[in-house]
């Protein structure tokens, strides 16, 4: 992982806010930290704990990912899985069973390019993995990638 650098992140976060037009107050009352605090984090006097990113992130409406990515707590390969595995779980229009089913395929697609997965265990609570051996499908639902063995 790459070292801290909280002068790069505290400018990124000054824009964010920025361009949300939110006063340091105003988004130190959304995220539930200190006004100096975040004042320092922008200034890059201060190392922000995930946590915190993660409330200052909620509170922008952005991506924690990302500002964990410019605060060198997660390189960009992690983050990239980790929003895309967040964005399938997001999607409203399809229910869990398909969500599930698009994760081990999209596993399936990063193992088969040589890519590992790293967070795949714990960015979908284990679910992903475990839903191979639950049963045949029904027509409505989605198969795999792979030929049916029902």
Do not use: C, H, W
Request: no cysteine; proline share 4%.
């Amino acid at each position: 992982m790459a070292s801290l650098n909280v002068g790069n992140l505290g400018e990124y976060l000054r824009e964010q806010r920025r361009n949300a037009q939110l006063s340091l107050r105003q988004l130190a009352d959304a995220a539930g930290v200190s006004n100096p605090y975040l004042s320092q984090i922008e200034r890059g006097l201060r190392k922000p704990s995930a946590e915190v990113l993660q409330q200052v992130a909620k509170a922008l409406r952005i991506s924690a990912e990302t500002l964990y990515v410019r605060a060198g707590i997660l390189d960009e390969q992690e983050r990239d899985e980790l929003e895309t595995r967040a964005v399938i779980l997001a999607d409203p229009s399809i229910n869990e069973r398909q969500k599930q089913v698009l994760l081990q395929i999209y596993e399936s697609f990063r193992k088969e390019n040589g890519l590992e997965t790293a967070g795949a265990a714990d960015a979908s609570k284990g679910t992903a993995q475990d839903t191979s051996a639950d049963g045949p499908r029904t027509a409505d639902e989605p198969g795999d990638a792979g030929p049916n063995t029902n």
